[in-house]
Structures are given as C-alpha cells and as structure tokens.
C-alpha cells in the first residue's frame, strides 16, 4: 500500500475560524511549525492565517518515522563546538523542554519511551562515546549500554540510550497541535497554496515550510536543500522487540515498533545521496530495497509490508535550524531546515519566532539565526 500510515488516523474537521481583512502574521505551512507558531501567535492576541497547500500534517510531519528527539540532527558533542557549550546547553535544554510540553499537548500520540542510537562499528562506538561523555560532563541525562537485547547483539557494538526522548504519532500531533490553535482563534485554511509572498495580505509572514520552500525565497531555497526520508511499515509481529526509536549507522537506518507490533522503519537515503536530493515524494525500488534488507537482517526474514511511503525534509549545511527574521527581507520570518529532526525542533523553532513576532524575542533564537548562511547573509539573494 502505498501512502502514510499516520494520516490514515481518524479525525475530526478543524474548528472554522475566519478573520476578515489583512492579518498580524500570516505563517505559510500547516506543520508543527506553523501550527506552533500559530497557537503561540493566537494565544498571544495575534490575528494570524495560516496557509497549507494540502491538509494540516500531511507534508513533512505526517510523513516522516514518528521520533521525538531531543537536540538536534548533529550530536550534542559536534554542536557544543560549533556553538560554543553556553549555547549548547541551551539549545539542548530547550528540547528537552519541548519534550515536555508536547506530552503535556499530545496525549496518547507520544509516548515518552527513550531512544537507543546504536554503533554498528568500532568508528560509530567510538563517536557515540565521545558524545555520551559530553552530555554527561554537562549534566544530561544518557546512559552507555555495552550489553544489548538478543535481538540487537550480534548486529551492534554498543548503544547510547537518551532516556527522555519518545515515539510520535506525528499526524495526530500535529493535528491536535491544529485544533488548539483554532480554537485559540487562528485562521487555518487547508487547500490553500502559497506561489508568492506578495500575495499574502499580513503585516508579517512566517515561511514554515521546511523542505518545501521552493520558490517562495531564492536565496532560501539555496541554503536549505530538500532530502527525501523513505519509509516502509510491516504487519503485527508477534513480539515486542524494538519498543522504542533505535536509529544506527549515523542515522541512516531507524525504527521502532507501533503497539500493534507492527514495525515502521525508515532510511537508508545513502544508497542513492543523488536521487535522494529531491522534493519529489516517491519511493524506489533501491531504497526501499535496502530498507527490506535491514529488515531481514534484524528479523530474520521480511514480514508483510502494508504501508510504503516517502516525506521530503530539509537540510541545512549546519545540520541546525534557520529560524528568525530574513535578511534584506523586513516582515518576513523562516523557521524551517531542521535536518530530519523537525518533530521537537519544529515546535521549538514556531513557538520562538512567535515569541519575537509577539515582542518577546528569547535569546535562544540567536543559535538559529538565518545570517549565519552565505546564502542569506546580507540579505543576499541568489
């Protein structure tokens, strides 16, 4: 079957809520992003609009492998020195903040399970060691498993276990995520694309679009690129044997059990880095080959696939966010390019960019600033 598991998830029509005339800010995508920025925006006595091309959740965040991580796409121990360790604290702290928020929001669509990343080889041990150590030396919760369940043993060398991060039905996220913001008094309209910014009538607009920025921004749309995630979904097994999100070979390779026992798993982008650098959504033959491959590998023979599909994400050259203020650009906002990670990311970027659209800018968001690119420092345009 081909199409997303998670949008397949019964609910209700989003509560109508319509304003009339030009809006405060208008926030263009209808995913964690936008839907955060716009309950924040709401909340706030904003007058806010936002616009998605399709149906709330069923771009990027209904599509993707239903992890909520803390952090970011880099380890923390990488990032600590691309930001210095003040910034890195924070930026991890934020997420780990996020987590508990959206278990305060998201009810039975996360389920704060921890995730293992896993060492497929002495090089991988050797960088999640390094990693384990800096999240402990600045007091974060990790813990380093050398001895693994029998299903994981004999194809790993160690594992990092990151005890606050959870599983998502991510659609039912975000739509829940939807509903509270239109109940706040957020103007959604599903169905609506965007082709130009000069288009929308707003004081202030909010590009929220992730890997699907193309067109709205030149210079945007150089410095975040899109990537394709493919993902394939197994009957029921009959044992729980992976609980919780693992993810291994520097990421390319992740999954998890649903509580049905079915096994959703996604990846393996590297068999084809090429043709992987696409917003088209589509699934191969090659990728989805190699994700049956590991599939074997972990079980032992191919369950039944029920479900196949693919979501684009974007990639930036930091592995970190853009979010803040367009240079050259006045009254036009990104918080996008989350690197695979926008689950948690995407909440904490929306809901800063609202922050500082309401007046109260939070010194976290300096991490992300959109200057700090050559595509769009200066407000250059490609």
Not at 364 to 376: G, I, M, N, Q, Y
């Amino acid at each position: 079957m081909s199409g997303s598991l998670w949008l397949e998830d019964a609910h209700e029509p989003l509560p109508r809520a319509r304003i009339t005339g030009r809006a405060d800010v208008a926030v263009v995508g209808g995913g964690v992003t936008g839907c955060a920025c716009a309950l924040a925006l709401a909340q706030g006595g904003a007058r806010v609009r936002v616009f998605e091309a399709r149906r709330v959740a069923e771009g990027a965040s209904g599509r993707n492998g239903g992890f909520a991580l803390r952090g970011s796409a880099a380890p923390y121990d990488r990032v600590r020195h691309v930001l210095g360790g003040e910034r890195a604290r924070e930026l991890w702290g934020l997420t780990e903040r996020a987590l508990d928020r959206m278990e305060e929001l998201a009810g039975d669509a996360l389920v704060r399970s921890g995730s293992l990343r896993l060492a497929v080889d002495a090089a991988e041990r050797q960088e999640l060691e390094t990693e384990y150590a800096a999240l402990r030396e600045d007091g974060f919760a990790a813990e380093w498993r050398d001895m693994l369940d029998p299903s994981l043993q004999s194809h790993f060398q160690g594992v990092l276990v990151h005890p606050t991060d959870g599983a998502l039905q991510p659609a039912r996220w975000v739509r829940r995520l939807a509903r509270l913001a239109a109940e706040a008094g957020a103007d959604i309209r599903e169905g609506t694309r965007v082709e130009s910014l000069g288009a929308l009538d707003a004081d202030e607009i909010v590009i929220a679009t992730d890997g699907y920025t193309s067109g709205l921004h030149p210079a945007l749309d150089a410095a975040i690129r899109p990537a394709r995630g493919q993902v394939l979904v197994t009957e029921p097994l009959p044992e729980l044997l992976f609980p919780r999100p693992h993810y291994a070979r520097y990421g390319y390779e992740y999954w998890h059990q649903l509580r049905d026992g079915r096994l959703v798993i996604g990846g393996c982008r590297d068999a084809s880095p090429q043709t992987e650098a696409t917003a088209e959504e589509a699934t191969t033959e090659l990728v989805q080959g190699r994700l049956e491959a590991v599939v074997r590998g972990l079980l032992g023979r191919l369950p039944r696939v029920t479900h196949r599909w693919s979501g684009i994400f974007g990639v930036t050259a930091d592995s970190l966010p853009l979010a803040g203020r367009l240079p050259g650009r006045d009254g036009v906002w990104v918080a996008a390019g989350y690197s695979g990670h926008g689950n948690v990311l995407g909440l904490v970027c929306g809901e800063l960019v609202a922050g500082a659209l309401l007046g109260h800018p939070a010194p976290a968001l300096a991490a992300f600033d959109p200057s700090r690119t050559s595509e769009l420092e200066d407000g250059h345009v490609l």
